[in-house]
């Protein structure tokens, strides 16, 4: 089994919705932020690759044929390069609806709340946010800055030809053309909404011993 999907767009971009929809279509697991809910030790390693002692990303995932999200987005170059067949799949949205989203989800204090809480060693995820994205993430002005970059470079730096951009309301057609698959036959899948995240979230706390 080998990664044929490296996500290189940043989290709350479609990304939740991309892991169902790429499990579906691919027949096997897709990492994605949730993963580290049930796999912890997986976070020193991610906290490790962003002081440059980066894993062997084969064996890493080993058990994936696809990955998105952060802390994926984080390390797309390394994964593009460990996994060289694989097509990079750059989910975008606005930058505007972007922060909007982020800052209520991802960005939002009541995250640092419930690392601080556990299971989660403290500063996870922000330190390697901070670290392999920007260190102002918590200004507007600078994240979206930040977010346009990122955009920017994987355009200026994926051969067009293994590149697929796309935005949550693309649905099935470009990644099932991009990897010579069947369209399925049901309706893509839409979930992890602002509410649904913050829902998920106060459980994680409420459940926390």
């Known amino acids: 089994m080998s990664v044929r ?3 290189a767009g940043l989290g ?21 932020m949730l993963e580290t809910f049930g796999r912890p030790d997986d976070i020193p390693v ?18 994936y044929r696809a990955a998105v999200d952060w802390p994926v987005a984080a390390f797309w170059p390394e994964l593009a390069e460990a996994f060289p067949d694989s097509l990079v799949l750059l989910s975008v949205r606005d930058a505007d609806a972007w922060w909007t989203s982020v800052s209520n989800t991802i960005f ?10 556990g299971p989660f060693p403290p500063g996870w995820p ?14 507007e002005d600078e994240a979206k800055a930040a977010f346009l970059r990122h955009n920017d470079e994987v355009r200026a730096t994926v051969a067009p030809e293994r590149l697929l951009e ?28 602002t509410a649904q995240f913050r829902a ?10």
């Open 46 to 63: 991610w906290m490790a690759a962003a002081r440059g002692e980066s894993p062997d990303w084969v064996r890493f995932l080993a058990d």
């Open 108 to 117: 939002s204090p009541k995250v640092e709340q419930a690392a601080a809480a």
């Open 12 to 32: 709350r971009t479609g990304t939740e919705s991309l892991k169902i929809a790429l499990e579906q279509v691919l027949d096997g697991r897709c990492y994605h």
């Open 126 to 139: 922000h330190d390697l946010i901070a670290a392999r994205f920007t260190p102002r993430w918590r200004d």
């Open 5 to 7: 999907v490296v996500g």
């Open 166 to 193: 796309w935005r949550p309301g693309d649905g099935w057609r470009p990644i099932c053309a991009a990897l010579d698959i069947p369209v399925p036959d049901q309706p893509f899948p839409h979930v992890n909404t």
């Open 200 to 209: 998920r979230l106060d459980r994680l706390r409420t459940t926390t011993p």
